[in-house]
């Protein structure tokens, strides 16, 4: 398709406002060196553009997207209504407190709330997402440690089934990463955590159910592991979806969290965004924790920083008109509904690896919490079509793939989480479909690598386009 400068032509602007009618004024001092680049189209134009480029993207109003771990669930439209009243638009976050207590009330319940979900003593929404939720997260890990004059912790453990953002976030910390390789059934390998924590053991990282999948039924020993040894325990909650309103991550025995809201809470996610990653904790790292805090006194409310805060993370409250869909969604579920809502996905994603399992075996062959990992690899070897070949087989069926080739630890990996928000007849349809690839892919591997054919571009220099991407439009 053409690029926006490409359409429309000079003089061609969209004449819908009124001439000016004022004494136009020329500023001499900041004035430029070059004219602005802008688009001249007209405002038909302009709608056109973006609605073809609506088109040439898969959305979950287009159609199914199981994308494991990132929990691309239906973001109900009364959350929208909820963020566009005027009363959490027309504000400004330097506003005197007296003049903006519903919003502060907002921040304040949507604090209390995800506080009980989780089991944690405090929270603070100023995260923009889940990997800005772990470094805001290590921080308060750090500074507790500092704070007690235990400057010799310098290592954070992750498991090898980890997100790379874990030791990415940690790395940014200035912490070290000991990595641990998960055990056969791809939970911690307990022996393994013993022998890696120590006096330099600053924490653990782990996502629990983690990225296979599976809840850890050993979480309770792990957590106590590290905590023997003087370590604190951080939770990854980009997998909560499984288990909120269930289990939660507090009584575990975690002493730090993040969330994700658009993942697990329902709020726009994947280009569309702005995410929000509140980090929750227990009560005695509620004193470093960024941004300010609503308080209530006399029937007011105000903000106030934690004592020992680690400053800001981000500006003002982080995405705030994020955490009011948010905090709709909770409310909307209410604390029946958070529940039904995980069981749900945990049935789903159940249903369908089922349903699935006789053609493609799966990494482990046991019950799954919110997505399954299926291990592509005697297909890979026996026909030479691999998980990358389904995956782009599936978008011709119009259907967005599962991640592919995550977590590291399973080989062709197709990590599909269905969620909630899916009817049996979409997961029925998705399962004809993923059936029907196999039995292509059976009868005619080579044309398999030639998929997809009916997409608006078909297979791209991924290399390329990681490491050289073209980001700017280069104006002759
Ligand atoms: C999505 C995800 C993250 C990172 O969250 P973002 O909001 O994308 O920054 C971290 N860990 C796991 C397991 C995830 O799935």
């Given at each position: 398709?053409?690029?926006?400068?490409?359409?429309?032509?000079?003089?061609?602007?969209?004449?819908?406002?009124p001439a000016?009618?004022?004494?136009?004024?020329?500023?001499?001092?900041?004035?430029?060196?070059?004219?602005?680049?802008?688009?001249?189209?007209?405002?038909?134009?302009?709608?056109?553009?973006?609605?073809?480029?609506?088109?040439?993207?898969?959305?979950?109003?287009?159609?199914?997207?199981p994308?494991?771990s990132?929990?691309?669930?239906?973001?109900?439209?009364v959350?929208?209504?909820?963020?566009?009243l005027?009363?959490?638009?027309?504000?400004?976050?330097?506003?005197?407190?007296?003049t903006?207590?519903g919003?502060?009330?907002?921040?304040?319940?949507?604090?209390?709330?995800?506080?009980?979900?989780?089991?944690?003593?405090?929270?603070?929404?100023?995260?923009?997402?889940?990997a800005?939720?772990?470094?805001?997260?290590?921080?308060?890990?750090?500074?507790?440690?500092e704070?007690?004059?235990?400057v010799?912790?310098?290592?954070?453990?992750?498991?090898?089934?980890?997100?790379?953002?874990?030791?990415?976030?940690?790395?940014?910390?200035?912490y070290?990463?000991?990595?641990?390789?998960?055990?056969?059934?791809?939970?911690?390998?307990?022996?393994?955590l013993?022998?890696?924590?120590?006096?330099?053991?600053?924490?653990?990282?782990?996502?629990?159910?983690n990225?296979?999948?599976?809840?850890?039924?050993?979480?309770l020993?792990?957590?106590?592991?590290?905590?023997?040894?003087?370590?604190?325990?951080?939770?990854?909650?980009?997998?909560?979806n499984a288990?909120?309103?269930?289990?939660?991550?507090?009584?575990m025995?975690?002493?730090?969290?993040?969330?994700?809201?658009?993942?697990?809470?329902?709020?726009?996610?994947?280009?569309?965004?702005?995410?929000?990653?509140?980090?929750?904790?227990?009560?005695?790292?509620?004193?470093?924790l960024?941004?300010?805090?609503?308080?209530?006194?006399?029937?007011?409310?105000?903000l106030?920083?934690?004592?020992?805060?680690v400053?800001?993370?981000?500006?003002?409250?982080?995405?705030?008109?994020?955490?009011?869909?948010?905090?709709t969604y909770?409310l909307?579920?209410?604390?029946e509904?958070?529940?039904?809502?995980?069981?749900?996905?945990?049935?789903?994603?159940?249903?369908?690896?089922?349903?699935?399992?006789?053609?493609y075996?799966?990494?482990?062959d046991?019950?799954?919490?919110?997505?399954?990992?299926?291990?592509?690899?005697?297909?890979?070897?026996?026909?030479?079509?691999?998980?990358?070949?389904?995956?782009?087989?599936?978008?011709?069926?119009?259907?967005?793939?599962?991640?592919?080739?995550?977590?590291?630890i399973?080989?062709?990996?197709?990590?599909?989480?269905?969620?909630?928000?899916?009817?049996?007849?979409?997961?029925?349809?998705?399962?004809?479909?993923?059936?029907?690839?196999?039995?292509?892919?059976?009868?005619?591997?080579?044309?398999?690598?030639?998929?997809?054919?009916?997409?608006?571009?078909?297979?791209?220099?991924?290399?390329?386009a990681?490491?050289?991407?073209?980001?700017?439009?280069?104006?002759e």
């Amino acid at each position: 398709m053409k690029l926006i400068f490409e359409r429309g032509k000079e003089g061609q602007a969209c004449t819908l406002m009124p001439a000016c009618d004022v004494p136009q004024v020329t500023l001499a001092a900041p004035k430029r060196e070059k004219k602005l680049h802008l688009p001249h189209v007209s405002e038909n134009e302009l709608s056109r553009h973006y609605t073809e480029l609506g088109k040439q993207v898969h959305g979950v109003n287009d159609g199914f997207y199981p994308l494991g771990s990132c929990t691309m669930k239906y973001n109900p439209k009364v959350n929208e209504k909820a963020a566009a009243l005027p009363g959490f638009t027309n504000v400004h976050p330097l506003q005197p407190a007296h003049t903006v207590q519903g919003c502060i009330e907002v921040l304040k319940q949507t604090q209390e709330m995800l506080c009980e979900i989780t089991g944690m003593d405090a929270m603070t929404l100023q995260p923009a997402a889940g990997a800005h939720g772990e470094f805001t997260g290590l921080l308060l890990i750090k500074s507790y440690h500092e704070s007690r004059g235990d400057v010799k912790r310098t290592k954070i453990i992750v498991p090898d089934s980890a997100h790379g953002t874990n030791p990415a976030s940690a790395t940014m910390v200035g912490y070290d990463i000991v990595n641990i390789p998960s055990a056969a059934d791809g939970c911690v390998d307990i022996e393994k955590l013993r022998e890696a924590v120590g006096e330099d053991t600053a924490g653990l990282m782990l996502t629990n159910p983690n990225t296979v999948g599976i809840f850890d039924k050993n979480i309770l020993e792990i957590t106590s592991i590290v905590h023997e040894a003087g370590g604190l325990v951080y939770y990854d909650g980009a997998n909560l979806n499984a288990v909120m309103g269930v289990v939660r991550p507090g009584d575990m025995g975690f002493d730090v969290i993040h969330l994700n809201l658009h993942k697990t809470f329902s709020t726009p996610h994947g280009g569309g965004g702005p995410g929000s990653g509140p980090v929750g904790c227990k009560s005695f790292l509620a004193q470093f924790l960024p941004g300010l805090q609503p308080v209530e006194k006399d029937g007011a409310l105000s903000l106030v920083a934690p004592e020992n805060s680690v400053g800001s993370v981000k500006a003002f409250h982080g995405n705030f008109l994020v955490v009011v869909k948010a905090m709709t969604y909770i409310l909307m579920l209410g604390k029946e509904g958070i529940p039904a809502a995980a069981k749900n996905a945990v049935l789903n994603a159940n249903y369908m690896m089922n349903k699935l399992k006789d053609i493609y075996p799966m990494a482990y062959d046991t019950v799954c919490m919110h997505e399954f990992v299926m291990c592509l690899e005697k297909m890979k070897h026996d026909i030479d079509v691999s998980a990358m070949d389904v995956a782009k087989a599936l978008l011709d069926y119009g259907i967005h793939p599962p991640t592919m080739y995550f977590p590291l630890i399973v080989h062709e990996a197709l990590m599909v989480e269905p969620t909630e928000t899916e009817s049996k007849e979409t997961l029925d349809e998705a399962i004809a479909v993923f059936r029907k690839i196999y039995e292509d892919a059976q009868a005619n591997p080579a044309a398999m690598h030639e998929c997809p054919v009916h997409t608006p571009v078909r297979r791209l220099d991924e290399v390329r386009a990681a490491r050289k991407p073209v980001l700017r439009y280069t104006f002759e």
